[in-house]
């Protein structure tokens, strides 16, 4: 069967994207114990020691955070990066796979 004779099917319209406010208002709403607030915690729970009490350890708590932070930023820019590479390299792809499946049914006709 060539491809005139198929339908294109219509997708429906995505919805709009949700406003800053309607992000916020989810994330104070949510409970503390949400999936996506304790996915990434550390294993360990946090130390109840007077360590976390003196104000040098709340520094160095806070500046790994920070490290950890930047470290986990950068993986998501290279992920990025890598999958608008495969995005790139599948479009090429399908564009190819497209150009011969053209080519196979011209030269069948």
Do not use: C, W
């Not at 360990?44 to 930023?73: C, F, K, L, T």
């Not at 290279?78 to 564009?95: N, P, S, W």
């Amino acid at each position: 069967m060539s491809s005139k004779g198929k339908k294109r099917v219509v997708l429906p319209t995505r919805p709009a994207p949700p406003t800053v406010e309607q992000i916020l208002e989810d994330v104070r709403g949510a409970p503390a114990h949400d999936p996506v607030f304790t996915a990434l915690a550390p294993e360990d729970p946090p130390d109840s020691s007077p360590r976390a009490e003196d104000p040098e350890g709340q520094h160095e708590q806070i500046y790994q955070q920070s490290r950890a932070y930047v470290a986990m930023n950068e993986k998501l820019r290279q992920a990025k990066d890598t999958l608008r590479q495969k995005f790139e390299d599948l479009r090429q792809a399908g564009q190819r796979l497209e150009r011969d499946v053209s080519q196979v049914t011209s030269a069948t006709s």
